[in-house]
């Protein structure tokens, strides 16, 4: 309500300029009221880039007064518009930091989140960025519990928990990938697989990460010398069941049953 309430207060000052004499003296001139009009003005015009050119000398200038928090607010929203995602998010940050009670503190706090989320880079890539996105929304959701924009938040940290089970599952891929390559692999894929179902139980990638366990261990029991091989068909037989009780309609289903027909013949459980 009040970020729409903004907008339309915008859309209310929009002014007409005479020419560019018009404009070009109000660039030039100290008078920092008739600049930030103007700025308001080519923001409802969807001129973003120049308004926040004039915002950022007005930010300073207005702290402290009545149009302070109004004038960084505007400036965040120019790079939100512009996907200048780090930008939007200092912005932001500064908006909700420097006015803790203001009237734009709450959807400036959500959008440095939602900023900082779109900002996360590919998940192979350094993890850090989205870690700072995940504790800026937690951070919002903890502050506001009851806020319009909770629902959204908490789709945004599960979505950011998945890409960094999305990169342990990667890792955990390349390892069973790698075999017994300079090592003993599989057991560094299951490690890691297992990890990511502990540390987010939630994900949507456990029906993959649990296949991918189950894969690694039907693999390493194949590979493995002879007085160990026994044991780590029956591990695999009962990872089997354990896939089986969680996915019983898994579309990998047909894959499980052929790791547990060729697994039971070494342990004599037949189904």
């Known amino acids: 309500m009040r970020r729409c309430a903004f907008l339309s207060v915008l859309t209310i000052l929009l002014v007409s300029l005479s020419g560019c004499g018009g404009y070009n003296a109000i660039i030039k001139s100290s008078d920092y009221d008739a600049k930030y009009e103007l700025a308001k003005n080519m923001y409802v015009e969807g001129r973003y880039s120049n308004a926040s050119s ?3 000398e007005c930010v300073m200038i207005m702290r402290g007064t009545s149009k302070g ?25 500064n908006c909700y930091s420097m006015y803790t009670n203001g009237i734009y503190s709450e959807d400036a706090r959500f959008l440095a989140g939602e900023s900082l989320y ?10 850090s960025s989205t870690y700072g996105a995940i504790n800026e ?6 502050q506001y519990p009851y806020s319009k924009y909770v629902n ?13 089970v999305e990169k342990e599952m990667r890792s955990a891929t390349l390892y069973y990938n790698m075999g017994n390559y300079l090592g003993n692999n599989y057991r560094s894929g299951i490690i890691t697989a297992e990890n990511a179902l502990k ?5 949507k990638y456990r029906e993959e990460l649990s296949m991918l366990i189950l894969r690694c261990k039907f693999k390493m029991a194949q590979e493995s010398v002879q007085d160990k091989m026994l044991d780590r068909y029956r591990d695999t037989v009962d990872e089997y069941y354990a896939f ?23 342990t004599g459980n037949q189904q």
């Open 118 to 127: 779109y900002d996360t880079p590919d998940p192979r890539l350094d993890p």
């Open 244 to 266: 089986k009780n969680d996915f019983p309609d898994s579309k990998y289903m047909k894959e499980a049953d052929r790791i547990f027909a060729v697994s039971s013949k070494h």
């Open 69 to 93: 928090e109004e004038s960084v607010y505007l400036l965040a929203n120019c790079y939100y518009k512009m996907k200048d995602w780090l930008m939007a998010s200092q912005y932001f940050k």
């Open 54 to 56: 004039i915002l950022e």
């Open 199 to 203: 540390t987010f139980p939630y994900t």
């Open 152 to 164: 959204r938040a908490n789709e945004l940290v599960y979505a950011l928990y998945d890409r960094l």
């Open 137 to 142: 929304l937690q951070d919002f959701i903890e």
